[in-house]
């Protein structure tokens, strides 16, 4: 069964979710950035065709990470150009078309894609100065409420922290022990803080706002922060061993009964104090896995104007995150849906790198195989968007064997048993159920 499918009615979703998804927001860009580069003016090494403005170092980070985690060993240009993005202080910026041009060290670096490139950098190894450096930015540059906001000295929100924990993570940096030279302050403090409590609405509590509230009309339920800091409260990065299969119990939702002590009000206890860092993470994972179940197994987006319709990168950090947390058995249902072609998933992610690396990442979070993923070879596929991989794991090899450049199963046979029609039935049954930034994110509390 031929899985590519049209998916004309979600392009304009792809586009609007590539922020969130794959791609890095569009403030992630140089303050002035080269014309659309095309063909052979892509940089060599460059994950992906399009316009790299945007998301050129997000998407080459996710596409080095997925690569890593299943065994594949990256093209040294690929990493050579990741590495080449650095800026001289030690940040990255989105894209820069000429690395040999400063850097704005107050509107041109970012601090999700500096976390991302380290978290890649670290994983692939070889790039100890880099790492370093990356890593000595982010704490430079940490606010004094303890975390960070998308640029230096901007607000602190939990999608900029939660990426900075994960850099921390990967690179053995405990992250409870990186405290702001003024107060003291870790990024869990301010974590905590964004977590809605007891006083939110039912339906509401466990999860995270993207900042603080500062209008004073309280702070807004936030998806892709609640699936960002569920991952950073079990202090992990987008990448960690796989728990494998666990006992299939839920997460714990937050608890408000005075049983316990008095109510929870906005990641405080009754007594004043934090909540704990592991229950926080577990509340955020219980209103994750109820909102999926409510919304049909997936994240909704909620992006201007897209009514209706499924945040697919959304949902993999969801399922990531569930993972982190040891819920494998409920991060088994969106992933299924995931993996589904009527979904338009896999649509979504053909022939995007950061897309592609996230629907890996996610696959191998929770145990299932990247390489069977809804009938199609993701790594295959990933692999395919950029340089040739200096090496591919034994399982990989094996993998690619009869399959096309889509990382779908060859028809060698046009009618006899194991053929075309035997492919057909495997598909249908593997379709049906086998079974890991913002400038647009405060355009969703809108």
Known sequence: MNVRRSATALAALAALAALCTAAAPAAFADASPSPKPSGPALPKGLYGTKDPRFDGVWRQSLALLAQDAVGVTPAKSAIDWLAGQQCEDGGFAGYRADPAKACDPEKGEFTDATAAAVQALAAVGGRSSAVGKGVAWLKKHQNDDGGWGMNPGGPSDANSTSAAVGAFAATGTDPKGVKSAKGGKTPYDLLLGLQLG???????????????????????????????????????????????????????????GASK????????????????VAEAGQAAAAYLADTMAEHGRHLPSSMPGAKDQPDFGGTADAIIALAAGEHSATAAKPLQWLQSEKNGALA??????????????????????????????????????????????????????????????????????????????VFMVAGIGIGFLLSGRKKQQL
Do not use: I, M
Request: negative net charge.
């Open 198 to 256: 007891c006083d939110a609405k039912k339906g509401e509590r466990g999860a995270f706002a993207y900042t603080a509230d500062k209008g004073g009309a309280g702070a807004a339920a936030n998806d892709l922060a609640t699936a960002a800091a569920a991952l950073a409260t079990q202090g992990k990065g987008f990448v960690f061993e796989p728990a494998g299969k666990d006992d299939g119990k839920a997460p714990e939702p937050l608890d408000c």
């Open 348 to 425: 979504w992610a053909k022939g995007d790198p950061g897309a592609l690396g996230k629907l890996v990442l996610a696959a191998h979070a929770a145990g299932a195989d990247p390489r069977s993923f809804g009938g199609v070879d993701l790594v295959q596929r990933l692999n395919a968007t950029g340089p040739k991989p200096e090496s591919v794991s034994a399982s990989g090899s094996q993998a690619d064997a009869g399959k096309d450049a889509d990382g779908e199963k060859k028809d060698d046979d046009k009618g006899g048993v194991g053929g075309v029609w035997w492919t057909v039935g």
């Open 261 to 276: 002590g008095g109510a929870k009000d906005g990641g405080k206890a009754a007594g004043g104090e934090p909540a704990g």
